[in-house]
C-alpha cells in the first residue's frame, strides 16, 4: 500500500526554522518524483519544492531563498527544512509522488498524505 506520513509540524515563532518529514512506504523513492505542498487557510494548494527521482530540486515560489529539500534513500524519506519562516507560511503541509517531473501540475502527484500543521506566530 502506498502511503505518505508527514511530521514534524509545529508552532514556531518567525525567523525560526522546522524540518518536515516525509515518510514513504508501499514504493521506492528512487523511482519517483515527490513535491511538498502546502495549503493555508481559505486558499488554494501551492507547490513549495520537489526532489526528483534524480535527485534533482524544483523550487517553486514560496520556498526560494529559504527552504531546502533532501531525501534519505535508506529510510525512504524526504524532507523539508524551513528557515526564517515567516506567518504567511502558516499552512498544512503535504506530500505527494509523481512518477514524472518535478514541473509538472497538481494532477501529476498522487499518494497525499494527511498534511502537518505549521503554524508560525508570535
Known amino acids: 500500500q502506498v502511503q505518505f506520513v508527514e511530521s514534524g509540524g509545529g508552532l514556531v515563532q518567525p525567523g525560526g526554522s522546522l524540518r518536515l518529514s516525509c515518510a514513504a512506504s508501499?514504493?521506492?523513492?528512487?523511482?519517483?518524483?515527490i513535491k511538498w505542498f502546502r495549503q493555508a487557510p481559505g486558499k488554494e494548494r501551492e507547490g513549495v519544492l520537489c526532489?526528483?527521482?534524480?535527485?534533482?530540486?524544483w523550487y517553486e515560489d514560496p520556498a526560494k531563498g529559504r527552504f531546502t529539500i533532501a531525501r534519505d534513500i535508506a529510510k525512504n524519506t524526504v524532507y523539508l527544512h524551513m528557515n526564517r519562516l515567516k506567518p504567511e507560511d502558516t499552512a498544512v503541509y503535504y506530500c505527494?509522488?509523481?512518477?514524472?517531473?518535478?514541473?509538472?501540475?497538481?494532477?501529476?502527484?498522487?499518494?497525499w498524505g494527511q498534511g502537518t500543521q505549521v503554524t508560525v506566530s508570535s
Open positions: 526532489i526528483s527521482s534524480s535527485d534533482g530540486t
Open positions: 508501499g514504493f521506492s523513492l528512487d523511482f519517483y518524483s
Open positions: 505527494a509522488r509523481t512518477g514524472g517531473m518535478c514541473g509538472e501540475g497538481e494532477a501529476a502527484f498522487d499518494s
